[in-house]
Nanobody, 117 residues
């Protein structure tokens, strides 16, 4: 059974930075693409960044130039470095193996990011 455990969220002021981590177990991490999603109450979960098994990255327009996704296959972990954070980045952030714009596996608990002064 695949397990996804996200961490690293918190409260940060606008313009600040956070680094999220997601550790994956129960699958051969290195052969799969991974992605970060986010969700706010009343809205559909949104894919914000993805990284292929080969390390090729892609971003939603809303985070391009501010967020960086990376992976460490030895640690079965995917990261999301978030810089220049804005209040509209406030959401619960999740990781998953993307199929199109949705996740393949059952969702983890997510990690809350709140951007507020």
């Amino acid at each position: 059974q695949v397990q996804l455990v996200e961490s690293g969220g918190g409260l940060v002021q606008p313009g600040g930075s956070l680094r999220l981590s997601c550790t994956v177990s129960g699958t051969i991490f290195r052969i799969y693409a991974m992605a970060w999603f986010r969700q706010t109450p009343g809205r559909q979960r949104e894919l914000v960044a993805r990284i292929t098994a080969a390390g090729i990255t892609a971003y939603a327009d809303s985070v391009k130039g501010r967020f960086t996704i990376s992976r460490d296959n030895a640690k079965s972990t995917v990261y999301l470095q978030m810089n220049s954070l804005k209040p509209e980045d406030t959401a619960v952030y999740y990781c998953n193996n993307p199929i199109g714009n949705v996740g393949r596996y059952s969702w983890g608990q997510g990690t809350q990011v709140t951007v507020s002064s």
